[in-house]
């Protein structure tokens, strides 16, 4: 099961890639956990450190060798679940390309959909325990009176609205391009966790 995972920030991404990857025993491969694992084990040329550093972005070729290399370990010989790539229709087709010559193929790519209305209220209301480090939400899941809650910097309301964007942006062509392919499943990110993996669950069956 070789798959696409993609979805605005305050998707639930994260936790519905956790399930998919335990259920079918495939690794789920986040090309900024690569860089960065890659820049601690010195593996890239300091002048692109230095551009990782200042927010600028890696070259699709270092990000694809990347790919390449993870795709090559054992575990992820039966699949595995990309997170966070591709993001262009550049990357999608580079990305294609590989798999092609690896003789492998996409099973799917699947796109959590929610509003952006609720996506921002997901994040900007969410909280911190400074002391014990649990996540509270004060809409959803209020915290005990004696918490020490902190507002994140990332969860306030002018950094969440710009990385909603950016993601729309980056991914307004990748989106269109999966689809045009017959490759891409929207799912309704909209529910208890329960039932938004049963919608994704049942998106990855139709790709088997």
């Known amino acids: 099961m070789r798959l696409i995972f993609v979805g605005p920030p305050g998707a639930g991404k994260g936790t519905q890639a956790k399930v998919i990857c335990d259920k079918y025993g495939i690794p789920q491969v986040s090309t900024g956990d690569m860089l960065r694992a890659a820049k601690k084990e010195g593996r890239l040329p300091a002048e692109l450190i230095q551009k990782m550093d200042a927010g600028g972005l890696v070259p699709d070729e270092v990000v694809i060798d990347l790919i390449r290399r993870r795709i090559e370990e054992p575990d992820a010989v039966s699949g595995f679940l990309l997170d966070g790539f ?107 966790v329960a039932e938004v993996t049963q919608r994704v669950l049942a998106a990855i069956e139709k790709r088997k």
């Open 86 to 192: 591709p993001r262009t229709v550049p990357q999608a087709e580079a990305l294609g390309e590989l798999l092609a010559s690896k003789g492998q193929r996409l099973n799917g790519v699947i796109a959590l959909t929610v509003d952006k209305n609720l996506l921002m209220e997901r994040a900007v209301l969410r909280r911190t325990d400074k002391r014990t480090g649990q996540i509270y939400h004060l809409k959803y899941k209020p915290p005990p009176p004696d918490a020490d809650l902190e507002h994140r910097a990332d969860d306030h309301e002018d950094k969440v609205r710009n990385r909603i964007d950016v993601y729309e942006r980056m991914t307004a062509d990748l989106l269109p391009f999966y689809e045009k392919a017959g490759m891409l499943e929207r799912v309704d990110g909209v529910g208890e």
